[in-house]
């Protein structure tokens, strides 16, 4: 017995001291020996006070007293020294931080690419896909009338068109206008050639010249105004127009595209035109020189392609009303109108 246990002994000492990884695990399918028996808890006195058992769930009888921590000293906790900082966790990322007007980071100056493949190959790829994406010239015209005004003995015929290329900041735009009489030729004709630039998402800024053909002499302006899309999706723009001799003219008008279907569009529309000073040449006076009010309805058998008939008010003011009548023409007129506005 004495040998068995010291054999027992040994082999203890020999498992504490060597490492875990180092330990012979190679027995662990050997049966362990059974631990002993608990000895059985001694038999109360005869005289003693009946034991009560513990309530179910707790570990401890049922007539122990709570213990008393009044008189413990619990001394106060110093949270100074605790770090109460925002764990990682906490911190605001993303659409959870504060508002703010810190500027934008600026992009990466350099492309990944370029490190694996030669930069001049890569910055050809690049403008060829900015090309291919959108980023190539286009080009766009747009007769928004051309139309036949029956009057009676005076059938005339009115255009208003405008095309431009390039890209989606920098184009260049042609604008042309004018009217006259079926069987009395053009009465009004003017050409302009504008560089056009986006300054925001739906205004351009325009600048270049203007010549006008009709009535004469002719004369020859420098442009500068805007063309665009205020609120609410009016198609507005204006200009004003200074002569090669000093005269100086303005104009304004827009339209709306009030969509009644998908193919049935009404459109009104407005122009006025100004003049700085009497132009006798061309019987133009100062101030309001004319204004135009009409009301189309169109229909578009195709995107592109939609006749339209309407209502127009022309009306000529001031001293320009005068020379209409010196000329033998009513200074207003309100007439039927049916024409196709066309784009391509």
Known sequence: MI??????????????????????????????PKAPAKPKPAPAPENA????????????????????????????????????????????????????DAPAPAPPADHYADRFFPASDMERSRKASMREMGGRPLGSVLFNLAEFQPRPGRDAYRWEGEGWFGGDVNRLTVKSEGEGLVRGGIESAEVQLLYSRAIDPYFNLQAGVRHDFRPGPARTYAALGFEGMAPYMFEVEGAVFLSTRGELLGRLGGYYDQRITQRLILQPRAEFNFSAQD????????????????????????????????????????????????DGEKPSALGLVAGVRFWF
């Open 3 to 32: 040998r068995r246990a010291a054999i027992l002994a040994s082999g203890a000492l020999l498992a504490a001291g060597a490492p875990a990884a180092a330990q012979d695990h190679s027995m662990h399918g050997m049966p362990m």
């Open 49 to 100: 006070a009946p034991r009560q058992d513990a309530p179910p769930g707790t570990d401890k009888p049922a007539d122990a007293q709570p213990m008393d921590h009044g008189g413990m000293d619990h001394g106060a906790m110093d949270h100074g020294a605790m770090d109460h900082g925002t764990t990682p966790a906490m911190q605001a990322v993303g659409t959870a931080l504060e508002a703010g």
């Open 279 to 326: 132009m006798p040449a061309q019987h133009i006076g100062t101030g309001l020189t004319s204004a135009e009010l009409g009301l189309r309805l169109r229909y578009e058998i195709a995107r592109r392609f939609a006749p339209y008939v309407g209502l127009s008010w022309e009306a000529k003011a001031g001293r320009t009303a005068d020379y209409a009548r010196a």
